[in-house]
C-alpha cells in the first residue's frame, strides 16, 4: 500500500533482502549472541556496517573513525549526526573501496 502512496517506493525488497542474506545464512555460527544483550550488540554491529555499505564508504574506515570518536549515552543528537555515515565530514574521511 505504500508503494500506491508514494512513488518513490520500490516494488521490490530485494535490496532489503540480500543485505540481510550474510545474517541469516551465518547465524548459527554466531553462538555469542546467546543473550539479549549479545544479540543487541550483534545487531548494532552489523547496522553500521550495512549503513557503510548503502553510504560508499569503507567499511574498515568507518569502523575505525566511529571508535576512535567513542560515542556514547552522554553525546548530544547533534555530536551522534556527526557520526552518521551520510554526514559529509563522514563521507570525505572515510570514502573508498571497500
Not at 72 to 91: F, G, H, I
Request: with cysteine; proline share 5%; glycine share 4%.
Amino acid at each position: 500500500m505504500t508503494y500506491l502512496e508514494d512513488g518513490r517506493c520500490s516494488l521490490s525488497n530485494n535490496l532489503s533482502e540480500n543485505s540481510i542474506r550474510p545474517f541469516t545464512v551465518g547465524r548459527r555460527n554466531w553462538m555469542f549472541s546467546d543473550t539479549p544483550k549479545g544479540a543487541e550488540s550483534s545487531t548494532t554491529v552489523y547496522t553500521m556496517v550495512e549503513m557503510a555499505k548503502a553510504h560508499d564508504l569503507n567499511i574498515y574506515k568507518y569502523l575505525c573513525y566511529l571508535l576512535e570518536q567513542l560515542p556514547d549515552t552522554k553525546m548530544t543528537d547533534e555530536a551522534l549526526a556527526k557520526l552518521a555515515p551520510w554526514d559529509p565530514d563522514v563521507k570525505a574521511r572515510c570514502s573508498g573501496t571497500i
